[in-house]
């Protein structure tokens, strides 16, 4: 794919093979009769499910999972007719309208739960039980209550239960949950519930937990490839986001009387020669803090102060022969260099899973791959 002639030079690359490589490497950690939820938040993670979500099935993933309607809309408008979960995300007045979306809807609270039972039609939900993270789901006193109304609520046909971890870093904290989780399935059971699809393992659970894996999983940011330490390395994991770039508007060298006081560059009065480039904060790439390199004809060019809306500057005095319609780098590899994603996180000091779509949903993507 190449970018329309008239498009600004902002554009992010998607290689669909890398995903797929994700997914089969997320396939082999499970049982063959284990449902694999691929998580497609925010349009699936800034690389886009409506041109993602078939290779996803084709590589081995068995459904969906998302936290926007929008996003479940794009899925079908891909033709992808597999299911979709619906994370807790609408409120009960949007009861009918989502019934209708003909997804997995959640039921995480008692209003919720009301609201749904008075649709006129059959609706497959999941139910989300808080185990401790303290955000969404039913707390532990409301369980009983909560597994004896959905039992009578004709039309809910209830297909598994879901919690989310948190403080994945803490062992002790992640099994205290985990065996809350274990007591929350129990009680379903005893409720009349049975065969449910248990779900306790996003990509981080996964990979450091793997006893929690039970008999469903919800992966990420392990599809992505956007895992960060102390969790990266164990799976071989690829970016799917393969590269952020842009070209070069301007190249100029500064008049001595300009007071370029920024610290990160040492030429002389007269000799900084700069390069624009069509990349700012509008494109994702954070104003704060300052610093950090790009790549312009294989080499590091330093980023001169904030970035700017929609244009940054760069200092290009030791690069020869920079000029307007170079390609830039701003996350990839060019010549013998690359920035990864790993240097881009420490250098904006922001969360992968944060910076990398924020970059890519707010440019033009283009794909790579077959998947």
Same mark, same amino acid.
């Given at each position: ?42 349009? @699936? ?119 989310? /971890? ?34 306790? @393992? ?55 009387? $300009? ?21 700012? $904060? ?12 790009? /790549? ?9 102060? /904030? ?33 990864? &994603? ?26 790579? &791959?077959?998947?």
């Amino acid at each position: 794919m190449k970018l329309p002639p008239t498009a600004r030079p902002a554009w992010s690359v998607i290689d669909l093979d890398a995903l797929a490589h994700n997914v089969r490497v997320i396939r082999g950690l499970l049982r063959p009769t284990d449902r694999f939820y691929a998580v497609c938040k925010n349009n @699936a993670y800034g690389c886009g499910v409506q041109e993602t979500a078939s290779a996803m099935l084709a590589a081995g993933a068995d459904a969906f999972a998302v936290s926007d309607p929008e996003d479940a809309a794009r899925i079908r408008a891909a033709g992808v007719t597999a299911p979709i979960l619906l994370y807790a995300s609408t409120c009960p007045d949007m009861a009918d309208a989502v019934a209708d979306l003909g997804l997995i809807a959640t039921v995480h609270d008692f209003d919720g739960l009301e609201a749904l039972s008075r649709v006129k039609r059959s609706v497959d939900v999941h139910i989300e039980v808080d185990c401790g993270y303290g955000r969404l789901g039913f707390t532990p006193g409301e369980w009983n209550q909560a597994f004896r109304r959905l039992r009578g609520a004709a039309n809910l046909r209830v297909v598994g239960l879901y919690t989310h /971890l948190t403080a994945v870093e803490n062992p002790p904290a992640v099994r205290k949950q985990a065996d809350l989780f274990k007591r929350a399935a129990a009680e379903a059971t005893n409720a009349g519930f049975e065969g449910l699809e248990l779900m306790a @393992a996003s990509s981080r659970v996964m990979l450091g937990y793997p006893e929690l894996n039970l008999n469903a999983v919800n992966p990420g940011r392990m599809l992505y490839g956007m895992i960060e330490d102390p969790w990266q390395g164990k799976a071989d994991l690829k970016p799917v986001i393969k590269a952020i770039k842009s070209r070069v508007l301007q190249v100029k060298t500064i008049p001595a009387s $300009f007071d370029i006081d920024d610290a990160r560059h040492t030429a002389g009065p007269g000799t900084l020669r700069t390069a624009v480039i069509a990349f700012g $904060f509008k494109d994702g790439l954070p104003r704060e803090p300052a610093g950090g390199t790009v /790549l312009i004809r294989g080499q590091r060019a330093r980023i001169i102060g /904030l970035r700017a809306t929609e244009h940054t500057v760069v200092d290009v005095t030791d690069i020869p022969g920079v000029c307007a319609g170079d390609e830039v780098v701003i996350v990839g590899a060019q010549g013998g260099d690359a920035i990864s &994603g790993h240097e881009a996180v420490s250098i904006y000091r922001m969360a992968m899973i944060e910076l990398l779509p924020r970059m890519s949903l707010n440019t033009i993507r283009l794909y790579e &791959g077959t998947g």
